[in-house]
């Protein structure tokens, strides 16, 4: 994904969702994904065969320290819930009721009532107020009470957001070897033991969170594996004895080898040449330069005669133009020249050492 991103953003519009990365071999390391609901499919199916993998390398790591290595194979298959589930949930609990307000209110009435007695041509007479005291006189009386009690009851609230990636039913099958006695001719096959196979059945189970409820389930079989005989290694394509990175390698040595050579005797040598010719041709006009000049004729001593007068040493060392002796070179070249082979030399240290070298080797 780092891969896809840095590319993606090395290009102007291009989206890393459209970037497929493989390797030299053409094998796919990572595909380009698509947005929304494809790519979460992909990813659930990668995360399933994750989740696979690790469970059947857990149990084959596990099996072969008893069993021994190579003589365990595991497979598993898992059926993964990938819903996302968000649960609100509310809960009340009466048990741990709490008294929050009270109010009481209490209220006595009492109310007296004279009945009245019929109106007749008896009350007009004279003794009017002794008619009168009959009438019937009543009292009621009432009392009320009333109480409001407020109760606080606890509430619980659950929020629960239940990601992918649960594990609904599990499936292993587990193939164990048997046990071999003897060595060469002699080894025999032999089954093992159905309290072992049910040890190994244990085992698996307690790596597996095995859990009967979910519906998993647990094969373990024992059965012999095959003794076939080893692949043989694939053959390196070989040409003249030689693989085919030796041959390029070689051939790449065969191109520099021929460029530098061409570098030497087409640059290098004669640059080289046309310094030693321009060396020779000023030595030689400055000795028939010596030669001309009047009274400096080389002259041989006779029998009892002094010997005939030479040049003057700074007279000659002026007249040669700054020559100077060099030895390994016959004659005499001029100061210039040796500067300008030395510019050369710096200009084409490899190719000046080489040519060197082969002066070395032909003086050999």
Not at 57 to 79: S, Y
Not at 80 to 100: A, G
Not at 111 to 123: F, I, N
Not at 126 to 136: E, I, K
């Amino acid at each position: 994904s780092a891969i896809q991103h840095l590319v993606a953003a090395a290009v102007p519009r291009l989206q890393p969702s459209k970037i497929s990365i493989v390797d030299d071999k053409g094998t796919l390391l990572s595909r380009g994904f698509e947005d929304g609901q494809a790519a979460m499919n992909r990813n659930a199916e990668e995360m399933r065969i994750s989740y696979e993998q690790r469970m059947a390398r857990q149990i084959e790591d596990l099996l072969e320290k008893t069993v021994g290595f190579g003589k365990v194979r595991a497979e598993v298959r898992a059926d993964i819930d990938f819903d996302r589930v968000t649960v609100n949930e509310e809960k009340f609990d009466p048990e741990t009721q709490v008294v929050r307000s009270t109010r009481t209110i209490s209220e006595d009435i009492a109310a007296q009532d004279q009945e009245s007695l019929p109106v007749t041509v008896g009350q007009n007479l004279p003794d009017t107020a002794a008619n009168q005291s009959g009438a019937t006189r009543t009292q009621n009386k009432e009392a009320r009470n009333d109480e409001l009690v407020n109760y606080e009851i606890s509430k619980k609230v659950i929020n629960q957001v239940r990601e992918t990636g649960l594990v609904k039913r599990l499936s292993v099958a587990v193939l164990v070897d048997g046990v071999y006695n003897g060595t060469g001719e002699q080894r025999a096959y032999e089954t093992r033991k159905q309290e072992e196979m049910d040890q190994i059945a244990t085992l698996v189970r307690s790596a597996i969170g095995y859990d009967d409820k979910r519906g998993d389930k647990v094969d373990v079989v024992n059965m012999r594996f095959t003794e076939g005989e080893a692949e043989p290694e694939k053959g390196l394509d070989l040409v003249f004895g030689f693989e085919q990175a030796q041959i390029m390698r070689m051939a790449e040595i065969l191109v520099l080898s021929v460029v530098a050579i061409l570098v030497i005797l087409l640059v290098v040598r004669p640059l080289v040449t046309r310094a030693f010719e321009t060396t020779s041709a000023a030595a030689g006009e400055a000795g028939r330069k010596l030669l001309a000049e009047p009274g400096m004729a080389p002259a041989l001593a006779g029998p009892g005669m002094p010997p005939a007068p030479g040049v003057p040493m700074e007279e000659e060392v002026e007249s040669l133009d700054e020559l100077i002796d060099i030895d390994k070179v016959e004659g005499r070249v001029k100061a210039s020249s040796i500067k300008k082979i030395g510019e050369i030399i710096e200009k084409h240290p490899e190719e000046a050492l080489s040519i060197i070298r082969n002066w070395m080797y032909q003086e050999a």
